[in-house]
T-cell receptor
Framework: GQQLNQSPQSMFIQEGEDVSMNCTSS?????WLWYKQEPGEGPVLLIA?????ELTSNGRLTAQFGITRKDSFLNISASIPSDVGIYFC?????????????FGKGTKLSVKP | NAGVTQTPKFQVLKTGQSMTLQCAQD?????MYWYRQDPGMGLRLIYY???????DKGEVPNGYNVSRLNKREFSLRLESAAPSQTSVYFC??????????????FGEGSRLTVL
């Protein structure tokens, strides 16, 4: 089946640093989404991307839908301690089954004050 | 707003016992989902319900059953729990539409341990 490769698996950074993570697939997706999960909580949607090449920002977060439709990137600028958590990418092809959302395995972000 | 509410939040079972995880959403969403999360495995879909009255298998349905009781509620049942079902279970919901069904709203999770 389809798989997403998310990297890096984990990151340890200093407060104030910028962060980049990405997600790649051998298959094309029509939608890319990024979720954040804080300890003990459920994932929360950060950004949804619906068009190849689309660049979308949400505060200090910026995500891009790759031109090939096989990848997506998430950048966090000027990290702060509350950015700690696991970031998941997810890809979906709409139309047909609604159970076709595929999640990456996550990037665990730790921020040192 | 409550959003997606799951109960119980924690549960310890013995092998062979049965239990039901309950989920309710108050956002008038048509679609509901059950995922399990294991360390290093990400989120894996167990079952989903695209609309009231329908349910479908996801990636890892073995050992589970579901019931879409009404538009608000979607329950997950373990008939005979096994240690391999030790996990954190998440319920989620989404609106129905041609392109926005990936925008999921998750509950806080139910942490299940099977001894």
């Amino acid at each position: 089946g389809q798989q997403l490769n998310q990297s890096p698996q984990s990151m340890f950074i200093q407060e104030g640093e910028d962060v980049s993570m990405n997600c790649t697939s051998s298959s094309i997706f029509n939608t890319w989404l990024w979720y954040k999960q804080e300890p003990g909580e459920g994932p929360v949607l950060l950004i949804a991307l619906y068009k190849a090449g689309e660049l979308t920002s949400n505060g200090r977060l910026t995500a891009q839908f790759g031109i090939t439709r096989k990848d997506s990137f998430l950048n966090i600028s000027a990290s702060i301690p509350s950015d700690v958590g696991i970031y998941f990418c997810a890809g979906q092809n709409y139309g047909g089954s609604q159970g076709n959302l595929i999640f990456g395995k996550g990037t665990k972000l730790s921020v040192k004050p | 707003n409550a959003g997606v509410t799951q109960t119980p939040k924690f549960q310890v079972l013995k092998t062979g016992q049965s239990m039901t995880l309950q989920c309710a959403q108050d956002m008038n969403h048509n679609s509901m989902y059950w995922y399990r999360q294991d360390p290093g495995m990400g989120l894996r879909l167990i079952y989903y319900s695209a609309s009231e009255g329908t349910t479908d298998k996801g990636e890892v349905p073995n050992g589970y059953n579901v019931s879409r009781l009404n538009k608000r509620e979607f329950s997950l049942r373990l008939e005979s729990a096994a240690p391999s079902q030790t996990s954190v279970y998440f319920c989620a919901s989404s609106t129905t539409g041609p392109s926005r069904t990936g925008e999921l709203f998750f509950g806080e999770g139910s942490r299940l341990t099977v001894l």
